[in-house]
Each structure stands twice: as C-alpha cells, then as structure tokens.
C-alpha cells in the first residue's frame, strides 16, 4: 500500500511539474524524486516509466527524464508522417543503444563491453598510427580484402585451418558479422543462436530478415543434443556461437563437447560463426585453439576482433572462410564499404608486430583477473545470493541470476540512479528468459570502486 501511496504522489508531482514547465523542459532526477517522496528507486522508474508511455514525458537515456513535445506544438515540425512511411522499428534498437550509452559522471560502470581506459595501450596504439600516417603509401586503396600482413596474422592466430587468403579485413567484429549474416543466409532463414548470447548477433540477425532460433547454453557452453534437434526441426544452414568466454555468460564450450558441435552442424551440412571475441581475454589457464583450427571442411566462419582486447577506437577485425562462402563474404565486405582506411590497418600490424602487444596482453591478464576477482569480493561481502557458481575463465562479465519475479529492467533503472550502470539479463535471450538476470561487467571500472558499485546495487534491491 504505501509503495502504492509513493508512486501515485510521485506521478502526481510529475503530472505537475510538466504542465508547469511546458514541452522540452528537464524533470528532476530519479535521485532527487527518489529523496524528495521518500519512495525507492523502482517506485520512481515505474512512476516515469508510466507517464512515458502516456507521451507526457520522456526519458533519455545518459541524459535525464524530459517534459514529451508534441508533434503539433507551433513552430515544430511534424515528422509523424515519417512512422508510416518507414514502418516497424528493428528489433534490439533501443537495447543496442542502451548498451552503447556512456555512462554519466560519478556513475560507477558496471556495464559496457570495451576496457577501461587505464587498461587501453593508448600510448603503443598512438605511436603505431603516427607512424603509419607518416608512410605515404598507407593512404593509398590497397587490396578490398586488406593487407597481406594484416590477413596473415589473422590467420595465424586462427590455427592451421584458414590461410592468409581465407580472410577479410573489416572495421569491426560487428560489422563483419552483419556482413556474414547477409552474405550467407536469405531473410526468412532460421539462425540459431546460443541462448544467452551477445545482443549484438541478435540485433543483427533480426535486421538481416532472419528466424533467430535459441538453443540452450549452460556452464560447458551450448548442449549439443539441443542444437542437434534445432537444426533437425529448423533446416537452418548457420549457427552463431562464441566457444571462448561467451558473452554475457562467460561460458567456455567444453573440451568433451567440441567435436559433438562440430558434428551437429557437419550432419545439418551447415556453417558456424565462430565469434573469437575474447581470445585476447583469458585470465585463467590457457585458452583452447579455435574451432577454426579443425575443421578440415570448411563448416567454420572465424571471426576475430582487435576491438574489445585493445581500445575502442581501434575497429579492425577479419573474417575467414573457404570455399564459396568465402568468395560470397568477400562480395558481401565490397558492397558493405569497400575496404578499411589503409592507415588504420598499417598502424594494426605495426602495433601486433611490436614487443607493445606481448607486454599488453600479459598486463591485460593480471589486471582482468584483479578487477573480476575485486568484483567477485564486493558480490560475497553485499549481496552473496548474486555471488555466481560458475566463475568465467575469461572475458569481461560475470553473469548474475535475481531472485525470481524481479524486474531486472526496473532493477538497472534503479540502479542507475543510485549511481552504479548495469545491464539487465532479458535482452540477452531470443525468446523468453528461463529467470532474471543482471550482466555485471568487470572490466569498465576501477578494482577500487567494485565494493562501492556493489554496495550502491544493494541498496536499491533492498
């Protein structure tokens, strides 16, 4: 009754404060409608959440809450017409924005999926792009699928089974794997996809005109009985997995089940997208070769980024594959953007070829392992019931189940407004989530902040 009592007085002095200060004026805070009505932070993000979808106000995410304009009000142009002339909106938009957001100062980031600025070799990156900028035939069109060079370390770090021209340089892992997903399938296509799995294959396969199709995922990474029988009732021709610290759920395909992959999809006669985003990123033992490395006939797309073990600035990627599909994904990569900018590609080799990269990835492993395990520390101390059982070997995020019946979307607003960003579970999934969940990211922040982030995310769940 008095959560009841809370939200209808905070929705009543919102009703209030936007008729008095007219279209496109800023509305408190969620802190500050938090303190003034005494009402937790879930109460003020329902309270907002309800107005918006009145069209009285509207939130902007990293911006703050704002008096709704409307349409028709003098002097504004009407670009309602634009609704029906473009039609439904793609799915996992405003989740892909969301996951791009930056995070407000004095918020701790607990979410995000690129390291943390003092873990970024900024400095080796920067000498190896001024150096390549001063070389004149840097700037000169170079081959559409890249380097020799560049291809050739590609191609080296996926094992013996892709060669220097199996592969495409792309600006981006995202990119190429949008590019992958046209290249290889038509709309209508089933796509199976490991459930959870990365928001951005969802996004991308939903946008290409595809059936996203889920197949379960647990510790060991995704069952192969269970992709066996999606590929039986689906007929789908390609499989989206990431067998190395999977995102969000940290999962590493296990060694006893490589081969039983691998056979599911050879038996279906169809391709898997190795998404080897986190190569870069093992903190304990070492990690296992790629699948690409055996797979004698060509059922495994590869894809490797440089992006997430580096900085974000740096968006070079490459993806291999023989055969036919590797003709289509070079057709595909031309009409996508031609090539990636010749600078930033010699400035990529300089960089991989220097003593730099050894030292960096030997940094980057003793700095993840003490962020993951201050994050671990934080979770036991405050909040034991998200302590997760399984911990990742590797990679960026430590995947958290709620208790059941909580809304982990109003749980992350809340969050935010305590001051601490995470990432709420549910658009992780292609259909509907077996329980709520949080992705917790370890290497976006401090290891000195990771108690206080966690003492902020208590506060708001109790």
């Not at 008095?20 to 500050?32: I, W, Y």
């Not at 089974?161 to 892992?173: N, Q, S, T, V």
């Not at 999977?246 to 590493?252: D, E, L, M, S």
Request: aromatic content about 4%; some cysteine.
């Amino acid at each position: 009754m008095e959560n009841g009592n809370a939200a209808h007085r905070v929705i009543q002095d919102l009703r209030s404060l936007a008729v008095a200060a007219g279209p496109g004026a800023r509305l408190p805070s969620v802190r500050e409608l938090t303190a003034r009505h005494q009402a937790s932070p879930v109460t003020v993000a329902e309270a907002i959440r309800q107005l918006a979808a009145e069209g009285l106000i509207e939130a902007r995410p990293g911006r703050g809450t704002f008096v709704a304009t409307p349409p028709d009000q003098p002097g504004v142009p009407d670009l309602s017409w634009q609704t029906v002339a473009l039609g439904p909106r793609r799915f996992g938009q405003d989740e892909m924005q969301a996951l791009l957001a930056l995070t407000p100062a004095g918020t701790i980031p607990l979410s995000g999926g690129y390291l943390h600025a003092d873990l970024q070799p900024a400095a080796a990156l920067g000498a190896a792009l001024t150096r390549a900028a001063r070389q004149p035939a840097s700037w000169q069109r170079g081959p559409v699928e890249g380097r020799a060079d560049l291809r050739a370390w590609f191609a080296r770090e996926a094992g013996a089974g892709l060669h220097p021209e199996d592969m495409m340089i792309c600006p981006g892992g995202q990119a190429a794997l949008s590019s992958a997903l046209r290249a290889l399938t038509t709309p209508g296509d089933a796509l199976l996809v490991e459930s959870p799995t990365y928001l951005g294959a969802l996004a991308a396969g939903r946008a290409a005109g595809l059936r996203v199709v889920p197949v379960p995922a647990d510790a060991d990474g995704v069952r192969p009985d269970q992709l066996a029988a999606a590929f039986a009732r689906t007929d789908a021709r390609l499989f989206y997995c990431q067998p190395l610290h999977a995102n969000p759920h940290g999962a590493t395909l296990a060694e006893h089940r490589r081969a039983q992959v691998a056979e599911a999809v050879r038996d279906a006669g169809a391709f898997l997208i190795e998404d080897d985003y986190a190569r870069d990123l093992t903190i304990d033992d070492p990690a296992p070769p790629p699948l690409a490395s055996d797979d004698p006939d060509g059922h495994v797309i590869y894809l490797r980024s440089l992006t997430k073990s580096t900085a974000p600035g740096l968006r070079v990627a490459a993806i291999g594959a023989r055969g036919p599909a590797g003709a289509r994904l070079r057709d595909a990569r031309l009409l996508d953007d031609f090539f990636v900018a010749g600078p930033l590609q010699q400035g990529a080799i300089d960089f991989l070829t220097s003593p730099a990269w050894p030292r960096h990835r030997r940094a980057l492993r003793t700095a993840l392992r003490t962020r993951r395990d201050a994050l671990l520390t934080a979770l036991r101390r405050h909040l034991p019931s998200l302590a997760p059982q399984s911990i990742p070997r590797g990679g960026m995020h430590l995947w958290v189940r709620l208790a059941a019946g909580t809304d982990d979307a109003a749980l992350a607003a809340a969050a935010a407004a305590e001051g601490v960003a995470v990432f709420p579970g549910r658009p992780w999934y292609a259909a509907e989530p077996p329980a709520p969940h949080l992705r917790l990211t370890y290497a976006a922040a401090a290891p000195e902040l990771m108690d206080e982030a966690v003492r902020r995310l208590a506060r708001v769940l109790r």
